[in-house]
């Protein structure tokens, strides 16, 4: 039951072969300048995996919930920071697949499939977890809608083709108010901003974007005006489950690091791995490790059995995300000296690791998440 089919093991072989010869060469090189070159995108394309969540109506290869997690999890295990910029095109898909009609769809999906980026713009610098805060606004004159405001911390916007960006179409009704759209890059009035210079995952773009009386037709509105909450946070339940994949599989790479280093490392005498306090910090480790993969496991059934797994999700999130953060830490304690320097892979997943209980809804907003589903439930 838990065991992947021979498609997907077929499939995580490809994804082990491609990161192979197109990451491992460059990880350390892209932490230090912040460049993924636009050649990964492009050997990902090749590969058909351009945009995992692509539906086969548009030529996409309409991947299920479970081989999704294992490709991500292959592509934590990696590097963080590109499985982030990968993992961009199918965040800023979901609105899409959700809501999308055919035209829409067609026009969502070419660039991406041709081996452009995505990205998903909701996050604004007032309006954090506060979607409601949203001040980007989008009003409607005659078949257009006139987009104005600032986004922040968008993952590929400085390289995206196109972006599903959430504004408000009536800020009186707040959250209620929030409208999703398509957009294309290559609009007079949009501009790219800041690029910030992060600790970690610096493969990954992250950048702010400027809307100055952009005109887009209105029919780039998906669904309904005052559908864009909703849309938001269906797509960041399926974006969470791809964030605690990726983190299982960062932290696999910290234990596996951590394994080999103490069975090397000579203590009086004896490799380190002889040691009890050690060998049962590992064994902690591997424990919450292999919990958090079921939990995953678990979120990726629900999904693609058509489940409710919205709080499902955010307990995976929150779980396997502060899992992946404390085996990075603890691997490093084990480290010691070697595992604080670059000379060790160890310090760069400890800096990536960290963004995992921030991004796609910080941890504190998780436990929103579940404690409001668990507290508004009537007894039984
Ligand atoms: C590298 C990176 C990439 C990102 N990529 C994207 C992207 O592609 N698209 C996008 O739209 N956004 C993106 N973001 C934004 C990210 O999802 C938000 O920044 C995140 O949700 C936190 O927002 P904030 O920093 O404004 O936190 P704030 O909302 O200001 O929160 C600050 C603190 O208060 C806590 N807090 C806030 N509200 C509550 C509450 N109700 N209850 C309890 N605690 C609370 C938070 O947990 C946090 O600890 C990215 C951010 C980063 C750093």
New binding site residues.
């Given amino acids: 039951m838990f065991d992947y089919t021979p498609k997907q093991l077929e499939l995580q072989k490809k994804v082990r072969t491609f990161l192979k010869e197109y990451i491992d060469p460059i990880a350390r090189e892209v932490d230090a300048n912040g460049e993924l070159p636009l050649s990964v995108l492009e050997a990902w394309k090749e590969a058909g995996l351009a945009c995992l969540v692509a539906p086969k109506e548009v030529g996409g290869p309409e991947l299920d919930t479970i081989t999704c997690t294992m490709i991500l999890e292959e592509l934590g295990y990696a590097d963080l920071g590109t499985a ?1 910029a990968l993992g ?1 095109n199918s ?1 800023c898909s979901y609105p899409v697949l959700i809501a999308g009609t055919p035209a829409q769809k067609k026009k969502h999906f070419g660039p991406l499939l041709e081996g452009n980026y995505g ?5 604004e610098p007032n ?4 979607t409601g805060a949203i001040a980007t606004t989008a009003r409607r004159e005659g078949e257009e809608y006139v987009l104005n405001g600032t ?1 922040c ?5 400085g390289v995206a083709a196109t972006y599903v960006l959430f504004a408000s179409t009536d800020k009186i009704k707040g959250t209620k108010g929030l409208s999703a759209f398509i957009v294309e890059r290559e609009l007079p009035g949009l501009s790219t901003g800041k690029v ?1 210079n ?1 600790m970690g ?1 610096r493969a ?1 773009n ?1 950048v702010e974007l400027i809307l100055e009386n952009v005109r887009i037709p209105a029919s780039c509105l998906l669904g309904n005006e005052g559908d864009g909450m909703k849309l938001a946070m269906m797509s960041l339940d399926s974006g969470r489950l791809m964030v605690a994949a990726q983190a299982v599989g960062v932290a696999q790479r910290a234990l596996d690091e951590c394994v080999s280093y103490v069975k090397e490392r000579m203590d009086n005498g004896e490799p380190m791995a002889s040691q009890q306090a050690v060998a049962f910090k590992i064994a902690d480790m591997a424990t919450s490790l292999e919990a958090s993969r079921l939990l995953v496991r678990r979120g990726a059934v629900l999904k693609d059995a058509h489940q409710p797994y919205s709080q499902h999700s955010a307990m995976t999130k929150l779980f396997c995300t502060d899992m992946a953060i404390q085996v990075a830490k603890d691997a490093m304690d084990i480290m010691g000296n070697y595992g604080y320097t670059k000379d060790a892979y160890i310090e760069k997943i400890w800096r990536d690791a960290r ?1 995992l209980s ?8 998780q ?2 998440v579940i404690s409001g589903a668990l507290l508004k439930k009537t007894k039984h």
């Fill in positions: 982030t961009a965040l990205a998903f713009a909701l996050t309006a954090g977890s506060d986004k911390f968008i993952t590929q916007g910030e992060k995952i990954s992250t963004i921030i991004y796609e809804g910080t941890n504190q907003v436990k929103v």
